[in-house]
């Protein structure tokens, strides 16, 4: 007679992990959670799983307890809302975009850090800059213009550094 392992709460049955391991071995994350799951269900110290998986104890315990709260979907990572809040809001993205995109002038980074600090106060370095117009705006890499828009006609000109002589 099998007795129940007291530290994993009965969520899921042993096939139904097994079916759960071949239908997420490409999703690494959930994957390991999975294993240490299952290892522990069968009888495995938390420990030892844990130290089959290359993670701490306390990791361990800490996928172990998500689980029995919440079953398959204590799985999944929690980190949406993780990271520092962007200084620029929503609106002062678009005023940054349209401002951007919607003008006659070409933008470069130098001067939409430039905008940034006159428009708003906020000083950011090079980086985010880069950061905010490429992966928050979708902007080009060179000179922020639009990704795939139409090409206008003197554009090569327009992208061409000026040398200095």
């Known amino acids: 007679m099998k007795t129940e392992n007291k530290k994993v709460k009965n969520h899921l049955s042993l096939n139904e992990m097994n079916d759960l391991l071949k239908e997420y071995r490409d999703s690494y994350e959930i994957y390991r959670h999975l294993l240490l799951i299952r290892m522990v269900y069968k009888g495995e110290t938390i420990s030892k799983a844990s130290d089959n998986l290359n993670i701490s104890r306390k990791t361990g315990e800490r996928w172990?307890?998500?689980y029995n709260e919440s079953g398959?979907?204590?799985l999944t990572s929690k980190y949406s809302n993780c990271?520092?809040?962007s200084l620029l809001s929503n609106?002062?993205?678009?005023?940054?975009?349209?401002?951007?995109?919607g003008n006659e002038e070409n933008?470069?980074?130098k001067r939409v850090k430039k905008l940034i600090k006159d428009e708003f106060d906020i000083e950011y370095s090079d980086k985010q800059v880069w950061v905010i117009t490429r992966e928050k705006l979708?902007?080009?890499y060179g000179k922020?213009?639009?990704?795939y828009s139409t090409r206008p006609k003197n554009a090569e000109e327009k992208l061409k550094k000026n040398k200095v002589h």
């Open 138 to 140: 979708n902007l080009n």
């Open 72 to 74: 398959f979907d204590g």
């Open 91 to 101: 609106e002062q993205k678009q005023f940054l975009y349209d401002k951007i995109t």
């Open 64 to 66: 172990i307890k998500d």
């Open 83 to 85: 990271g520092r809040k």
């Open 107 to 109: 933008y470069d980074l």
């Open 144 to 147: 922020p213009m639009l990704k």
